[in-house]
């Protein structure tokens, strides 16, 4: 292990609120450790292999902060989670009640500090695509000549890297936030002033293009291939799964499909026997991971909040060393959503997922013995095989190659075949024979669908994106608050009754606002607010 080091940087503004941040570090095997590099102008840029892959790694680096605050725009804003203490006078309950209860304004502070940290790390980006030579224009992606030499080899996996963490940046900012400003290139504070958002066709556009070029740049190597030097490195089977994504996203399911066979015929990706150790730190990167952010435990300041932001609050060290802050409360309908029977077939999953400390409900999917307190190992999954399944079961449509895949996804859980019984207190696979229980309808295949993506990708920051691709936030949110009302909603105050709550949610409330001072530094252009704030 080679010894930390962290250089104090210069920062400057970008898209008139942001400051750049560069991230500089040096650790064990995982990617998000590189030497330090000071920041360079809008006209300097890299010059050769190793500055640019450096500066590229530190990219990688600046997928982490984002996280901690993803949760809160997703999840949160699901059934999957709640604050959950009803009337904490808390600051940071009170930020999170906002988004719970879709109460938000546009000064909100955490909507603020996940937008800037995503553009901080956008530029960061853009700088290593400008010094290999990636332009963007007229919906094209392509790769020239730039200020870094290298082998061409080497600039295909650099440039290839580089344009799957824009493009999924940019996916993720796209799908909270709506038209978003769209940079390609590195801009000084003034340029930036000029810039107004982009209509998120045309930002789908950019993603598409980025991930389309990405997919061939990058090594497509099977899994087997792979090895610690790879870890974590984005390759073209996580950019071809990334794109099904996008497709599927924007309506394209017949486009989605012969990326997600390629990935389950060709990738050597597949799902692990046991779910518990698809999140083990002692098996990281494993063949279920198309893709991760990573951390990095040991006092090197990458470490993982996700243990103890999410460990139940007065638990000492009993659940996580250092106590938790109870954030990202699972909801009660969650907890009963999964099926465990004293008797018979249960979901195993779920006790990976969650569990119960003095009767308080918390996230368990991502904690792991640490020694300081928010210094987490655990990498967090952007992409899992078992997505690739799921995805490819929604591109398909209500059918029985469909079903089988849900099944597939269901049997490694622990789900047996059905044969007679009560779906309501038993876990089984769907029947496909029309029997009782089958499914029988695409209403019926939609319902297993989304309910089959629940519980696989709990609190992987999926619920939200998936209610809103499929056209059920508002159905499943207002029955959530429904069903949480009388244990939860009904003791805040001042009170308020279950339709004020649902009336909270509107079509134009599933978009984040863009954040207020983004607004107000701008004097060169008016840039329009989304409806609703």
Same mark, same amino acid.
């Given at each position: ?38 920041? !360079? ?11 640019? #892959? ?27 989670? #709640? ?47 400008? &010094? ?67 209509? !998120? ?56 499909? *012969? ?13 692990? *026997? ?14 279920? !991971? ?26 000492? &060290? ?18 009963? +959503?999964?099926? +465990? ?44 095989? &078992? ?82 691709? +499929? ?22 105050? *001042? ?10 949610? +509107?079509?134009?409330?599933?978009? @984040? ?5 983004? @607004? ?14």
């Amino acid at each position: 292990m080679t010894q930390l080091k962290i250089d104090k940087m210069k920062s400057f503004k970008y898209l008139t609120a942001g400051l750049l941040l560069a991230i500089s570090t040096t650790a064990c095997n995982k990617i998000i450790d590189i030497d330090p590099i000071s920041n !360079i102008g809008v006209d300097a840029f890299y010059r050769n292999y190793e500055e640019t #892959k450096v500066a590229l790694t530190g990219s990688y680096s600046g997928l982490q902060k984002p996280l901690e605050f993803e949760w809160m725009l997703t999840d949160l804003r699901t059934d999957n989670s #709640k604050q959950g203490v009803a009337n904490s006078s808390a600051t940071i309950n009170f930020e999170f009640n906002d988004l719970d209860m879709f109460t938000l304004n546009s000064a909100h502070d955490k909507v603020y500090q996940y937008w800037l940290m995503t553009y901080k790390n956008l530029r960061s980006i853009n700088y290593v695509l400008k &010094s290999l030579g990636a332009t963007y224009a007229g919906g094209q992606t392509t790769l020239g000549e730039g200020t870094a030499k290298m082998t061409q080899q080497q600039k295909n996996q650099l440039a290839g890297e580089a344009l799957f963490l824009r493009a999924y940046h940019y996916f993720n900012l796209v799908r909270l936030y709506g038209d978003v400003f769209l940079v390609t290139e590195p801009v000084d504070p003034e340029q930036s002033k000029k810039i107004n958002r982009t209509p !998120i066709a045309d930002c789908y556009q950019l993603i598409t293009a980025d991930l389309l070029a990405a997919k061939d740049l990058l090594s497509q190597a099977p899994y087997s291939a792979s090895t610690n030097t790879d870890a974590g490195h984005a390759t073209s089977w996580a950019a071809k799964t990334l794109l099904a994504k996008v497709y599927l996203s924007t309506n394209r399911g017949s486009s989605a499909l *012969p990326l997600l066979d390629d990935v389950i015929s060709n990738s050597g990706y597949g799902m692990l *026997p046991s779910f518990s150790d698809v999140f083990s730190i002692n098996n990281e990167m494993n063949k279920e !991971i198309l893709f991760a952010v990573r951390f990095k435990a040991g006092g090197f300041g990458l470490g993982n909040l996700m243990g103890n932001n999410f460990a139940p609050t007065s638990s000492g &060290s009993a659940v996580i060393n250092g106590d938790g802050s109870g954030y990202n409360y699972p909801t009660n309908d969650l907890d009963v +959503t999964y099926k +465990t029977p004293a008797t018979g077939a249960t979901d195993g999953r779920k006790a990976v997922t969650m569990a119960k400390y003095n009767a308080k409900l918390y996230v368990k999917k991502f904690i792991s013995p640490v020694l300081v307190k928010f210094d987490g190992e655990n990498d967090f999954p952007v992409l899992r095989f &078992s997505d690739v399944l799921l995805m490819k079961a929604e591109a398909l449509g209500f059918g029985t190659a469909s079903v089988n895949l849900i099944n597939d996804v269901r049997a490694r859980a622990g789900a047996v075949d059905y044969v007679t019984g009560d779906f309501n207190t038993g876990f089984y696979k769907y029947p496909t024979d029309g029997s009782a229980n089958a499914i029988a309808t695409p209403a019926q295949f939609l319902t297993a669908l989304l309910n089959e993506r629940r519980l696989e990708f709990a609190f992987e920051n999926q619920r939200f994106f998936d209610l809103v691709r +499929t056209g059920q936030a508002i159905t499943v949110i207002k029955n959530h608050f429904a069903l949480e009302f009388d244990a939860h909603y009904k003791a805040y105050r *001042p009170a308020f009754t279950l339709a004020e709550l649902q009336a909270h949610l +509107t079509a134009e409330k599933l978009l @984040l606002p863009i954040p207020q001072r983004e @607004l107000d530094a701008n004097d060169q252009i008016k840039i329009v607010q989304n409806p609703g704030y």
